[in-house]
């Protein structure tokens, strides 16, 4: 492995949304992008996503069933796919997140998948972070950072990732590192497309609310809405994280509700909570760039343009993939390991110091 100059790294990630794993190529040093390669996905079959949904909330120690296999084949069937690359990036499928109190639970064995792939493997991101006090997420911040620059963004802006849950990075990009007092914070705002993705999957038997089309038939239960948003947590100052089903209170809340303003009302609480979040920026933003699948609901969207003040646009707009982000970002947090630089800060997970994560696997 070279000492320094660029790596050609593959990352790979399969979020909470439960949808399959997205993988990406990035030629970095580890400090800059020097340029973005190729992206594939492998979608979970009905089986897989069954399979992965009864391990969820469940720790190593627990009966995993299937689940270890689908993350390890789907994984290794993607990545399989890719030439070229001299590391990876592997973030595994959280089971189970509990910062403050058991720890976090990333399933997927790296060394295995090293040797299957003949590459190195760098993986578990989180633990070093939450076994030095910090919330062991989020983690793509300083990739945001990186993003930031490669934009070439002069002023304060944020990145907000809906994926399963929400996270907002707010970015200086006039500081030299990512780590350097002042230039991120970042946090996780609350539920974002996992309780509207389950509250399909129940009612519909389907897995999202394609388009926002049933939310923007729908109405929004203010009732509803005001009662989500005295949940403690949103008064709790940065930095901050959540398992994917700290909120399954949203969907309680939901319960009566006719379908249509159920998704209507889930929505707004996913964009509120971001309002909220926005309130900890040290800073307002000049634009907000969304990625994840959020991003593709314009219902979502549009409450997001109206409760955050200011442009709310997909990453697309920069030339981002909104799609592939996350996986990019642990492309380039591998690189980061390999050389030595910290993959997390106290401004991002609230850790007491900068922490270089992750563990290195060789085939």
């Not at 994280?241 to 969907?251: G, K, P, Q, T, V």
């Not at 509700?257 to 998704?263: K, P």
């Not at 003040?309 to 920069?318: H, I, K, W």
Request: include cysteine; charged fraction near 20%; aromatic fraction near 6%.
């Amino acid at each position: 492995m070279k000492k320094s100059g660029s790596i050609m790294a593959l990352g790979a990630m399969s979020g909470t949304s439960l949808d399959g794993v997205d993988a990406a190529m990035l030629l970095t040093d580890g400090v800059e992008i020097q340029s973005f390669g190729t992206t594939d996905y492998r979608p979970y079959s009905a089986e897989e996503v069954t399979a992965l949904r009864a391990a969820l909330g469940k720790w190593p120690e627990d009966d995993l069933g299937q689940a270890p296999e689908v993350t390890h084949s789907a994984h290794l069937d993607l990545l399989s796919r890719f030439e070229g690359a001299e590391v990876v990036g592997f973030h595994g499928q959280t089971l189970a997140h509990d910062p403050q109190g058991r720890g976090t639970h990333q399933m997927g064995d790296g060394a295995s998948l090293s040797r299957s792939l003949g590459v190195p493997v760098v993986w578990d991101f989180r633990s070093k972070d939450v076994a030095s006090g910090g919330e062991g997420a989020p983690l793509a911040p300083f990739f945001h950072f990186a993003c930031a620059r490669w934009i070439g963004a002069d002023a304060p802006m944020c990145f907000l990732n809906l994926g399963g849950v929400g996270n907002l990075t707010w970015i200086d990009p006039t500081k030299s590192a990512p780590e350097e007092e002042g230039a991120l914070l970042a946090f996780d705002t609350g539920p974002a497309n996992a309780p509207l993705n389950d509250l399909m999957m129940r009612r519909r038997g389907l897995n999202c609310d394609r388009d926002g089309a049933l939310a923007a038939s729908g109405k929004v239960s203010e009732r509803a809405l005001g009662a989500f948003l005295k949940n403690a947590f949103f008064a709790k100052r940065p930095p901050k994280s959540l398992d994917r089903d700290d909120f399954n209170e949203a969907l309680s809340l939901t319960e009566t509700l006719e379908d249509a303003d159920a998704a209507a009302t889930l929505t707004a609480m996913s964009a509120a909570a971001v309002k909220q979040g926005m309130s900890f920026c040290p800073s307002p933003p000049d634009r907000v760039l969304v990625t994840g699948g959020g991003r593709l609901n314009p219902v979502m969207m549009q409450m997001l343009q109206e409760m955050l003040g200011c442009p709310v646009m997909p990453v697309e707009t920069v030339g981002l993939d909104g799609d592939m982000l996350e996986a990019q970002a642990f492309a380039y947090l591998a690189v980061r390991v390999l050389r030595g630089l910290p993959t997390s800060a106290p401004s991002t997970t609230g850790v007491g110091v900068p922490v270089v994560g992750g563990t290195v696997s060789m085939p």
